[in-house]
């Protein structure tokens, strides 16, 4: 007998057979990010809803910004025994990397985090022109 697929999965089969899949889109959903180009900088806003300044960090490696933000909670209801009617723990991690180019520094970017809103501003950097070397041997004569 043939059965519509519908019937043969649950919800959740999709989240546990392919969970990397449900994780990239939650913590895209969580720092999402807009680019603007203006004049001689970028100016990148990233939304980071529900985590304050200490939780954020931003870091500047190899030419890669990397933006991540870590947030723990607990929420604890105890009846007048002590006893726990409900306990819960959050600990999220999300973290992002956008390459800015090995010639902006540290000291280039500014930032500012306000709101639950994180503000960057790079400059735009082109690459220093190359000298060429040439190794001439001098001729006498």
Known sequence: MLVPRI??????DDFVRFPERNVQRSTASLMETDIEEKGDCYILTME????????VKAELKDGNLIIQATREATNEDKD???KYLRRERFYGNCR????????VEQKDISAKFEDGVLTLTIPKKSPAPKVENTNYISIEG
Do not use: C, I, Q
Not at 7 to 12: G, K, P, R
Not at 96 to 103: A, C, I, L, S
């Open 48 to 55: 980071l809803a529900g985590y304050s300044k200490k939780d």
């Open 96 to 103: 992002r990397n956008f390459y800015v180019g090995k010639d």
């Open 80 to 82: 007048e025994n002590g």
């Open 7 to 12: 019937f043969e999965e649950t919800l959740l």
